[in-house]
């Protein structure tokens, strides 16, 4: 361990490990199996890399993310760890180079794919070769239950019988129990400890607000709390994606459309873009984000509903990976409600498959209608019991007032009834409120005794309430006649008045303090953490790497409050290892002490213009 502690100063430039860090190192070092279950930005990457850095020989890692293998040796590289990559990107003159790197002991950890690791030939080259360890990144990928899930990667148990005495490291930031067992069976690791850490993400803060005109609300929170942040907004359809990147972009926002439909080269560029530049915008349906370790995501964005608390817990997991303020916001409408139902009602999977699927979109829809804190709602969903409400939450900071909705609740019910549940939300609204039209007239509803019972409110108002009871299930939304609604047996006791339903009020989206990183420095810190910044995109770009993988906004941020004026004041930030002192020292603490006298009278001077 005394290793381990080593290189994780000189290396990586950290001080301390981290949750249960130290225990899996330990363990891994000694030659253990291991499964890991981390929420995204939790620091997995760290168990298996410094156990492959004090073990003799190599660490494999299998990673299904070709895409994200080069950004991820490179970040290795920046460290002066020998790593390297094998996948079906390169070309055979590459892979030879790799292969020799191999055989003759010059790689410290070698990413591959599960597919290229499969192969026999791969597997005879490992078997002469001194292995370290068995990294399996993104083990949920092993289960069937889960999303993401790859064939290849339940032919990984061969990895146990070929290399019995290799230890492997399973990890995912995949939460349910039922996923945790599958991985523990297919991978044959029932005899591997098992390190669970909090599912808790407490730098991010939930929003969720339901309603009409999401997109200006969306822009409103922009402006106010990320007006140039990188973040990912996550739409349900292509045509949604293309259309809201395009309205971003005509507000002044490089704003990046992201989807399956889109051509290769496409999609690709745009996730480099992502990842090197500063400040970029992904639109994107869920298609993108799986990997993305870019951990200055300051915003993750819905402008729908997610089928799933897994999904949006894992679509919202990709903010603020540093550990940095980031927010998790989603609007959604009774629209959503509907499209969901019917696209589950409508797909190939059998009654089972239905029934699950439906009963987590009502999972996610009571975290929506949730009136008490979200985190404890969503944690609790992953078995994870918090004491206190978090104090980071819309509905903590901002508690939503409820009124009793019981006769609104009976005035819906009873019209759906009466109208024989052959109609959808607006149609049973312009009863309701009373509209004479012709097509009321045509099926004689203007007679119906719950005609105009509803005038009292407006039709905005009306949906909120339909939503509201298609969400907690008084109602259900049919399927493949375009939302036709119809009571359901929880609607009855409703309806006889022997229970009362309290009912949210339309929230107007009150602004709460910002969560931006920057705000936590003082307007001179500012100054010199952006002169910072751009002097690392100006080294990343010359590099062709991440500006992240340079430094983090953690370290820029440290150096600007801290102002070190020598390298030794340098090599106590975190962050900052042996390589990177030695490679970038010097030119960031010019930036620091050269510009700081100018820097101060520019920052005295906007203070005073405003
Ligand atoms: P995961 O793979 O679990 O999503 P990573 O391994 O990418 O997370 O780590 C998330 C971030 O936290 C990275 O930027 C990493 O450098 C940082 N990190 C990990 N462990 C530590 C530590 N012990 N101290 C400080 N930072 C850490
Ligand atoms: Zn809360």
């Not at 036709?484 to 602004?511: D, N």
């Not at 490679?583 to 006298?597: M, R």
Request: hydrophobic fraction near 40%; glycine fraction near 8%.
């Amino acid at each position: 361990m005394q290793r381990a502690y080593h290189i994780l100063n000189h290396t990586f430039g950290y001080d301390e490990f981290r949750h249960y860090q130290a225990d899996i190192v330990e363990t891994v070092i000694g030659g253990r199996d291991a499964l890991v279950l981390m929420p995204t930005g939790g620091g997995k990457s760290l168990c298996y890399q410094i156990p492959a850095l004090v073990r003799d020989g190599v660490g494999i890692v299998v990673s299904p993310l070709i895409a994200l293998m080069q950004d991820q040796v490179d970040a290795l590289q920046q460290l002066g760890i020998r790593a390297a990559f094998l996948n079906s990107s390169m070309n055979g003159q590459q892979q030879q180079a790799v292969l020799h790197m191999l055989s003759v002991g010059e790689l410290d950890l070698l990413y591959v794919a599960p597919e290229r690791l499969l192969t026999e030939q791969m597997l005879s080259l490992l078997s002469q070769a001194p292995l370290a360890l068995f990294a399996i990144d993104e083990a949920h990928c092993v289960s069937q239950w889960g999303h993401d899930f790859r064939r290849e990667y339940q032919q990984l148990s061969v990895l146990q019988q070929r290399f019995p005495g290799v230890p492997r490291i399973a990890l995912t930031a995949t939460a349910d129990v039922r996923t945790r067992q599958e991985i523990i069976a297919q991978l044959d690791l029932g005899d591997a400890a098992v390190f669970i850490n909090s599912f808790d993400r407490p730098n991010i803060r939930y929003t969720i607000s339901e309603g009409q005109n999401s997109r200006d609300r969306l822009w409103q929170f922009i402006e106010r709390e990320h007006s140039d942040d990188a973040g990912i907004i996550y739409c349900l359809s292509r045509k949604k994606v293309e259309s809201t990147a395009e309205w971003l972009a005509a507000k002044g926002r490089t704003a990046l459309p992201y989807h399956a439909g889109l051509p290769d080269e496409v999609r690709r560029d745009h996730q480099q873009r992502f990842l090197r530049e500063e400040g970029v915008i992904v639109v994107a349906t869920i298609a993108f984000g799986m990997g993305i370790d870019k951990p200055d995501v300051r915003f993750v964005a819905h402008l729908n509903l997610p089928k799933s608390l897994e999904a949006y817990y894992q679509e919202t997991g990709r903010a603020g990976r540093d550990g940095q303020p980031a927010d998790a916001w989603m609007a959604y409408g009774l629209q959503d409600v509907i499209t969901l139902r019917q696209m589950l009602q409508g797909s190939d999977g059998d009654e089972q498959f239905k029934r699950i699927a439906n009963a987590k979109l009502d999972a996610m829809l009571g975290l929506c209608e949730q009136v008490s804190c979200r985190r404890q709602a969503l944690l609790a969903y992953f078995d994870e019991q918090q004491e206190m409400p978090c104090g980071n939450c819309d509905t903590c900071l901002d508690p939503p007032e409820t009124w009793d909705g019981t006769e609104a609740a009976q005035k819906v019910l009873s019209c759906v009834y009466r109208s024989g549940q052959r109609f959808g939300v607006n149609y049973v609204i312009d009863i309701l409120t009373g509209k004479d039209d012709a097509r009321i007239q045509g099926n004689g509803h203007h007679q119906l005794s719950t005609f105009g019972i509803g005038a009292d409110k407006t039709a905005v108002e009306w949906r909120g309430i339909f939503r509201q009871l298609i969400a907690q299930g008084f109602l259900t939304a049919d399927i493949e006649s375009y939302g036709v609604l119809y009571l359901t047996e929880k609607a009855r006791p409703l309806l006889r008045g022997e229970v009362q339903l309290a009912l949210r009020h339309q929230r107007k989206g009150k602004q709460t303090k910002k969560t931006k990183v920057a705000s936590s420095l003082t307007a001179i810190e500012t100054v010199l953490f952006n002169a910072l910044r751009e002097h690392r995109l100006t080294l990343a770009r010359e590099r062709g790497v991440p500006p992240y993988v340079i430094f983090h906004d953690s370290t820029l941020q440290e150096m600007a409050q801290r102002r070190p004026v020598c390298s030794d004041d340098l090599r106590t930030i975190s962050g900052i290892g042996d390589k990177k002192l030695n490679e970038y020292g010097a030119s960031f603490l010019a930036v620091i002490n050269n510009g700081s006298e100018n820097q101060d009278e520019r920052a005295i001077s906007q203070l005073q213009t405003r």
